[in-house]
């Protein structure tokens, strides 16, 4: 008879996860995620082949905690018009932990490495796509407002622009003026 498995795998991503905030991702090695939970290589290995497949399920992870957090804030809208970017645009104007920060940012040199791991958060975003498209008065207008906050989200997230909370606020709610809008509307040129 075969041993009992004992280790949790979520104790093992948690522990990835602290050595990726403390090491970054491109330092995370199976050495360090087994010393961090106290447990062999090998009982890493027998879950996660790889380095990669290590990163690749904790970017799975971080991904579908994310859509979790936002389908939150989309089931307050329910039955509301423009339910799902209104819950969007309302998550975006709650911050973060500055852990869930850390892991994610530092997530990214491996996103910005590796192809084949982008593949979650591509497949995340052609259904929030999807999802906004279907479910707006104003398609065009809901796209460039998810456009406007990722973008201003991901500014605040690398350092390179944030703005104090009043303003952060303020420039979420213009932005979701955006959301009855139709782009369509305006002349090409």
């Known amino acids: 008879m075969g041993r009992h498995r004992t280790i949790d795998r979520e ?4 522990a990835a996860e602290r050595v990726v905030m403390r090491a970054g991702a491109a330092h995370l090695t199976l050495d360090a995620v ?6 062999s290589k090998a009982s890493v290995l027998y879950d996660y082949k790889s380095k990669r497949a290590l990163i690749g399920t904790l970017i799975e992870r971080r991904v579908g ?4 957090r936002i389908q939150s804030f989309i089931d307050a809208e329910i039955g509301k018009p423009d339910a799902d970017i ?3 645009l309302a998550a975006a104007s709650r911050s973060s932990s500055e852990e869930d920060r850390a892991v994610a940012l530092n997530l990214c040199v491996a996103l910005a490495q590796d192809a084949e791991l982008r593949g979650p958060v591509q497949k995340s975003l052609q259904n929030t796509l999807s999802a906004i498209a279907a479910s707006s008065t ?12 990722e973008g201003l989200t991901l500014l605040d997230w690398f350092g390179l ?3 104090p909370e009043p303003e952060r ?8 003026w955006l959301i009855g809008q139709s782009p ?3 002349p090409q040129t």
């Open 11 to 14: 104790a093992v991503l948690d």
């Open 34 to 39: 087994a010393a961090e939970a106290g447990i």
């Open 65 to 68: 905690s994310e859509e979790k």
């Open 86 to 88: 209104r819950g969007r």
């Open 138 to 149: 104003h398609p065009r207008g809901a796209l460039l407002a998810f456009l406007a906050v």
């Open 161 to 163: 622009l944030s703005f």
């Open 169 to 176: 606020d303020r420039l979420i709610a213009e932005i979701g």
């Open 184 to 186: 369509s509307a305006i």
